[in-house]
């Protein structure tokens, strides 16, 4: 058994005095960690200042941090780089020598510090990361990430670190495109807008007029023409087995952002006005494709021309809604060493307005939001960005004049150029930087397939989703009640029929006891028993279908509502993506539930 030396609490206390940073508490491998009671030491590795400049910084000396070329990956498959160690040097002001053993088995000793670590947490008025979760602005994980790992962060603006009010914004943008189909002759009086027609993760298909939703297969599973929902019946002839493909874009248009917000919302509406015949007949031999390049091409106007941008930067208070605890979150990041990146497609001016409206007054010191950043990069052209290089430009005045230029700096502000040229004039490559953004395509695929970046997916939408998630317990627990009641009277009429059929060509049914049976009771039990699954049906389709409005799916390693979330979290935390089982899995489950027996 290794040698390990015990803390008594009062030296721990002395101990804990040199640092302000207990999140390595939560170190989920074997290496140093540190509880109320226990010390367990290995052999140190750099010294750690905190990631302060200073090196009277608070537990400068007490720790050290696990290099780049020191680490090594853990159970999980993580990168233990950024794990903080304890300076055994240190100890020696103690008295300590760290030749003491732990006491007892770890299973014991680790509820014990579970429950003294919760306590703690809850003295400090600090939420857990497990409570956390268990929230609307939890932060949630699809694959394993530890960002103690991450070097760098890299940021979208728009619906990222900016959030917009959309009735507001995409209103205004929805009004500006409906202004340009009527000088162009379109019909659109008595059309307003309604942003709860529809939401992003839904594929507009262009050929049929077509709002869909389709299942992770790509199958659609619910669909709506026009404004007008599909009965499920019209979906399953109208699609039959055809798969949703992205890859074909000349039908199928992926709504990736809450900037597609105003643009469906508007083709919607104006496919009922297609399908009325009100169009003007002057404007051409219009489809639904045809119809879909001209709403675009209104949107399009509205932004190019400006007039939609010059008047949020002129009253950003109507259009921004802000969050004081986003600029803390992200200096939190900075100090913690990760360098902080912006990469944003918008222009040099607005990027540069919003970031002050939204950035500055929440940010001590008389920071502005410059100082946050390590890298801003404006006019990024996004997805291209992250897949082959532009020229490079750094911006050099207040008022925007550029320059060409070839070598980044830090805190350099620059527009275009490429991911690459972020990897290089940093030195961070790969896995080493986390991009978050809240553009499923744009943002969170790209970067991930080209770069093997990881990912963090913002979606504000997720908080109004998690409190129908709660509403809708009640009614979910009443259709899994339900589909199971339906499984087992299937089952029994499945065998019934089993054992009919078998009659029919004159063999024994399964057992005896179904063998047995007369004409007339097989006959009536199955009767019954397909009556009762009819009415089942009846109440189940409903609620299903009530039940499948509330949910969209997400793709990224982790995913939250906002980027404050962060703050909750610390940027040392280790997130844990929940088991994923097979199906066979929920056998285990069974077997619990009825004590463990099972027969083969």
Same mark, same amino acid.
């Given at each position: ?267 919607? #509406? @104006?496919?009922?006005? $297609?399908?009325?015949? /009100?169009?003007?007949?002057? %404007?051409?031999?219009?489809?639904? *494709? ?96 992250? #897949? @082959?290089?532009?020229? $490079?430009?750094?911006? /050099?005045?207040?008022?925007? %004049?550029?320059?060409?230029?070839? *070598? ?193």
């Amino acid at each position: 058994m290794p040698n390990l030396t015990i803390l008594s609490w009062p030296n721990l206390q002395s101990l804990a005095m040199a640092t302000t940073n207990l999140q390595f508490l939560q170190n989920p491998f074997p290496r140093p960690t540190f509880s109320s009671k226990y010390l367990v030491m290995r052999a140190p590795k750099m010294v750690f200042k905190c990631g302060c400049s200073s090196s009277s910084s608070v537990g400068g000396d007490a720790f050290s941090l696990t290099s780049s070329s020191k680490c090594d990956v853990d159970y999980l498959g993580e990168s233990t780089k950024g794990d903080l160690n304890i300076n055994l040097k240190h100890l020696e002001n103690f008295g300590l020598d760290g030749q003491a053993t732990l006491e007892g088995p770890i299973e014991q000793v680790a509820r014990l510090e579970a429950e003294e670590a919760g306590s703690l947490l809850r003295d400090l008025g600090i939420p857990s990361p497990s409570a956390a979760r268990l929230s609307p602005r939890g932060i949630f994980c699809t694959r394993t990430l530890n960002l103690r790992s991450i070097s760098a962060i890299g940021y979208d603006m728009d619906y990222t670190l900016i959030h917009y009010n959309v009735m507001a914004w995409e209103g205004r943008a929805y009004d500006y495109c409906m202004e340009n189909l009527k000088s162009m002759g379109f019909p659109v009086e008595g059309l307003a807008f309604d942003p709860d027609l529809v939401i992003r993760g839904l594929v507009i298909d262009k050929e049929k007029g077509n709002l869909v939703k389709a299942d992770r297969f790509g199958y659609v599973k619910r669909a709506m023409h026009g404004t007008k929902m599909l009965s499920t019946r019209a979906v399953s002839e109208m699609y039959g087995r055809e798969l949703v493909d992205l890859r074909k874009e000349s039908q199928w248009e992926f709504l990736n952002t809450l900037f597609s917000v105003s643009e469906a919302v508007a083709y919607m #509406q @104006m496919v009922d006005r $297609l399908d009325d015949g /009100v169009i003007p007949a002057d %404007l051409g031999p219009l489809d639904y *494709k045809g119809l879909y390049k001209a709403v675009g091409k209104a949107l399009f106007r509205a932004h190019v021309e400006g007039q939609l941008k010059s008047e949020i930067m002129s009253k950003p208070e109507l259009f921004v809604e802000p969050d004081p605890e986003l600029p803390l979150a992200l200096l939190d990041q900075k100090e913690a060493g990760k360098k902080l990146l912006l990469i944003t497609n918008s222009d040099y001016h607005y990027t540069d307005k919003m970031m002050q409206h939204s950035f500055n007054r929440f940010l001590p010191n008389d920071m502005g939001w410059r100082d946050l950043f390590d890298m801003v990069i404006v006019s990024a052209r996004k997805p291209e960005f992250f #897949q @082959m290089s532009h020229p $490079l430009y750094e911006v /050099v005045t207040g008022e925007g %004049l550029m320059r060409p230029c070839f *070598k980044t700096h830090t805190g350099g502000l620059y527009s275009g150029g490429s991911a690459q040229m972020v990897e290089n004039s940093l030195n961070i490559h790969g896995d080493e930087i986390l991009y978050v953004g809240d553009h499923i395509y744009t943002d969170v695929s790209q970067s991930k397939v080209h770069l093997r970046w990881r990912t963090a997916l913002i979606c504000r939408e997720l908080e109004e989703e998690y409190r129908a998630l709660i509403h809708s317990r009640g009614p979910r627990a009443t259709v899994v009640e339900l589909i199971n009641q339906k499984e087992v009277v299937g089952d029994l009429f499945n065998q019934l029929r089993l054992a009919l059929q078998r009659r029919t060509e004159g063999r024994p049914a399964q057992t005896l006891a179904a063998t047995n049976m007369d004409d007339q009771e097989l006959t009536e039990s199955m009767q019954k028993l397909l009556i009762v699954m009819q009415r089942l049906d009846e109440k189940i389709a409903p609620l299903l279908e009530a039940d499948g409005e509330l949910f969209n799916k997400r793709y990224a390693d982790i995913y939250t509502s906002r980027v404050s979330n962060f703050l909750n979290y610390t940027p040392f935390m280790y997130f844990r993506s929940q088991e994923q089982t097979l199906a066979h899995d929920t056998y285990s489950h069974y077997c619990s539930e009825h004590n463990g027996s099972s027969t083969n």
